[in-house]
């Protein structure tokens, strides 16, 4: 088989962070099939991304499409598709795939799924969470979104929440496979907590609760700052990662009077995570919407319970209370009872990590695998 994949969440030479779960599953899927990668970038993200470039292994195509910035959203699918139909048919010259992988509802999967129709070639689309929770909530995305999915040949949802509401929105169910999200064991393993501290210069007498990702308004970041701010002062939060709310936080952190027990780091590299996974005692994601957030694979892989939000595919993770906890979204007193019980509780490690043994990126392509052959 030779594979197709149409994703914007996938690492450059800039930003090799990028749709890092989407590289590790292009990976593993590469052991299997022949693909390659068009990870299309805006016209004006010019400059140091190479229209062409190896990654990992894996030729990445990173062709620009039209658009116009925050204007005109509900053109964006159809301005994607024009852009790149001429420069995927000179792809198709040299690489005859037989299918297409479109990954992200909007614009990817409608443009894509545009594509795959000129082209006549069939069409898979996986779904994340976000990209269903909030772009369906505008009357003519959500039309086009339907429409993609609808007409795609299958539909990969990362978890059986996701793929409840892929229903609601009007999508048959017959075409909808589940394929939880993996996590890279061999990274994200236990570590020495102390040595993990030393190394990242945290306090070792102090019990953490960390937070990884992009601060914005969905994952619930606003609420952990509202909530940390009752405990102890022994207790200490790190937030990892950046984004449009940093300002706000680091404002609400001053006027809470706990920038003595507040870290906020910058984005770090993802091999970097399992030290500060493994540094903390808690890991929280409050999330108001998710799919099957990787983030919480890699704390449990490390042995880590997890406080979140009882919302999207965290409770198909977070299945008893010797993992984690599970709280309302967008409750700041319930994410601060949760947190206070998380930090004063002997978890077992050992149970944790073996918990998501099931989760890995072996098994979710041939998974993965199985869905574009039955497409073909």
């Known amino acids: 088989m030779k594979l197709l994949i149409i994703t914007n969440l996938f690492p450059n030479s800039v930003e090799p962070e990028r749709g890092i779960f989407n590289k590790q599953q292009s990976v593993e899927l590469a052991k299997l099939c022949e693909l390659r990668v068009v990870a299309p970038l805006p016209w004006y993200r010019k400059g140091a991304i190479p229209q062409k470039e190896d990654v990992d292994g894996i030729k990445t195509y990173h062709y620009r499409y039209f658009m116009t910035p925050k204007i005109g959203r509900s053109l964006y699918g159809f301005f994607f598709y024009l852009s790149l139909l001429p420069k995927i048919k000179r792809l198709y010259k040299e690489f005859e795939f037989d299918a297409i992988l479109a990954t992200w509802a909007y614009p990817d999967a409608f443009g894509s799924y545009l594509i795959a129709k000129a082209l006549k070639k069939p069409i898979v689309v996986k779904v994340h969470g976000t990209d269903i929770n909030s772009y369906t909530r505008y009357f003519l995305r959500r ?191 319930s994410l601060f009872c949760a947190l206070k019980e998380a930090i004063n509780k002997q978890w077992d490690s050992v149970t944790i990590r073996n918990s998501i043994a099931k989760f890995n990126w072996e098994e979710n392509v041939l998974m993965l695998k199985k869905a574009l052959e039955e497409a073909l």
Not at 196 to 222: A, F, H, Q, S, T
Not at 247 to 258: D, Y
Request: glycine content about 8%; some cysteine; hydrophobic content about 40%.
């Open 143 to 333: 039309n086009m979104i339907v429409c993609a999915l609808s007409n795609s040949d299958k539909i990969i949802a990362v978890s059986s929440a996701l793929k409840d509401q892929v229903v609601r929105i009007g999508v048959s169910s017959e075409k909808i496979v589940v394929i939880p999200n993996g996590v890279n064991t061999d990274l994200f393993k236990p570590m020495d907590q102390a040595e993990c501290r030393r190394k990242l210069e945290l306090p070792i007498n102090k019990k953490i609760v960390l937070y990884v990702g992009n601060m914005v308004k969905v994952k619930g970041i606003d609420v952990l700052i509202e909530a940390f701010a009752r405990l102890s002062s022994d207790v200490l939060l790190v937030l990892v990662g950046d984004g449009p709310l940093e300002p706000m936080l680091r404002l609400r952190v001053k006027e809470l009077g706990i920038e003595g027990n507040v870290i906020l780091s910058r984005r770090t590299t993802h091999n970097s995570v399992p030290f500060y996974m493994n540094a903390c005692d808690v890991f929280c994601l409050p999330s108001r919407d998710e799919g099957c957030p990787n983030v919480v694979l890699e704390a449990m892989a490390c042995g880590k319970p997890v406080v979140g939000s009882d919302v999207g595919g965290m409770p198909e993770l977070i299945t008893s209370t010797e993992l984690g906890i599970l709280t309302k979204p967008a409750d700041s007193e």
